[in-house]
T-cell receptor, first 114, second 116 residues
Framework: AQSVTQPDIHITVSEGASLELRCNYS??????LFWYVQSPGQGLQLLLK??????LVQGIKGFEAEFKRSQSSFNLRKPSVHWSDAAEYFC????????????FGAGTTVTVRA | GAGVSQSPSNKVTEKGKDVELRCDPI?????LYWYRQRLGQGLEFLIY????????KSGLPSDRFSAERTGESVSTLTIQRTQQEDSAVYLC??????????????FGQGTRLTVV
């Protein structure tokens, strides 16, 4: 079965600094990859997804992620974080196009300091 | 409604009691999911409803867990004889359904269940 690892439980970053959140998956073929964000008091919101094609995908709120097959990774990045980016971020994997069940990582909590 | 609504937002219950969690999906969304998030862990799939098809209950951890959905509307997740290990955040999501991963799932804020 596929699995998703987010190695960093908690990251603290200064406002205006860059942010990178790591995600590694375990699956033999190319999975369908997602990043979700959960802000305090909010439901999970889809930031971006990768299905095929260009390995660098752009999402909402200025986020991007890069799929690297050789490293089985799908890391999320943002060049300059804002205080409103403080949230919990989840990486998720689907293994078939008709599969509605996603496997989620344990999440990374991002704290933004002024 | 505008988004997926879950109630209650918080629930504290005594061990052994039954609890019922409610989810109101986005209008028109035929697919509805329940996930569980234990502290420090990723979301675990529990159950999936799609239209009038038989639900996929493959993620339910024990027979103490059950869920129902009336048509394409409200769903309730029931946990009988709660145990401390049931303490978690229970998340509901809905999507247009029938499109697998291509249908974006919209999540509610979750119900935080604490069993004491």
């Amino acid at each position: 079965a596929q699995s998703v690892t987010q190695p960093d439980i908690h990251i603290t970053v200064s406002e205006g600094a860059s942010l990178e959140l790591r995600c590694n998956y375990s699956y033999g073929a190319t999975p369908y990859l997602f990043w979700y964000v959960q802000s305090p008091g909010q439901g999970l919101q889809l930031l971006l997804k990768y299905f095929s094609g260009d390995t660098l995908v752009q999402g909402i709120k200025g986020f991007e992620a890069e799929f690297k097959r050789s490293q089985s990774s799908f890391n999320l990045r943002k060049p300059s974080v804002h205080w409103s980016d403080a949230a919990e971020y989840f990486c998720a994997v689907g293994i078939r196009s008709n599969d509605y069940k996603l496997s989620f990582g344990a999440g990374t909590t991002v704290t933004v300091r002024a | 409604g505008a988004g997926v609504s879950q109630s209650p937002s918080n629930k504290v219950t005594e061990k052994g009691k039954d609890v019922e969690l409610r989810c109101d999906p986005i209008s028109g969304h035929t697919a509805l999911y329940w996930y569980r998030q234990r502290l420090g862990q990723g979301l675990e799939f529990l159950i999936y409803f799609q239209g009038n098809s038989a639900p996929d209950k493959s993620g339910l951890p024990s027979d103490r867990f059950s869920a129902e959905r009336t048509g394409e509307s409200v769903s309730t997740l029931t946990i009988q004889r709660t145990q401390q290990e049931d303490s978690a955040v229970y998340l509901c999501a809905s999507s247009r359904g029938g499109q697998g991963v291509y249908a974006e799932a919209f999540f509610g804020q979750g119900t935080r269940l604490t069993v004491v």
